[in-house]
């Protein structure tokens, strides 16, 4: 068993645990309001981190929560919370990819739109010249 060092007071590792990840939670939650403080990161996605940083600051008291649905599904309720916590992490994932592939587009029409201005002034350049 682990001991604090302050109270000689013992301390099962789960306790452990869910201290650090409280400790994690609430310090990844602090960097994501931050960014979007700044405005470096947009509301949707700080909204995604900031749900799975509670997740995670929230483990501790989730991981027992979550024992009589995990034992119906055959897992550990750690098993049921990482779970949750790489799902919500795969979402983000694919709302990147869409906003991505959404930019993309932007940017190939843009690109297009530039070409075909740039072919008009191109051919009023010509015709000023001819004249």
Do not use: N
């Not at 509301?43 to 509670?54: I, P, Q, S």
């Not at 008291?61 to 795969?90: H, K, Q, W, Y």
Request: glycine fraction near 6%; proline fraction near 4%; include cysteine.
């Amino acid at each position: 068993m682990l001991r604090s060092s302050h109270y000689d007071i013992p301390m099962s590792p789960e306790i452990s645990q869910a201290i650090a990840a409280t400790c994690l939670g609430f310090a990844g939650g602090t960097l994501v309001i931050i960014l979007a403080r700044r405005q470096m990161l947009s509301f949707r996605y700080a909204a995604g981190w900031l749900v799975l940083l509670t997740l995670t600051a929230l483990s501790g008291i989730l991981i027992p929560a979550t024992r009589p649905l995990a034992e119906s599904l055959s897992t550990t309720p750690g098993v049921f919370v990482s779970g949750m916590a790489i799902l919500i992490l795969v979402l983000i994932c694919i709302q990147l990819s869409v906003s991505i592939s959404g930019l993309q587009k932007q940017i190939q029409k843009l690109a297009e739109e530039l070409a075909l201005r740039e072919i008009k002034t191109d051919k009023r350049a010509q015709q000023q010249d001819s004249q």
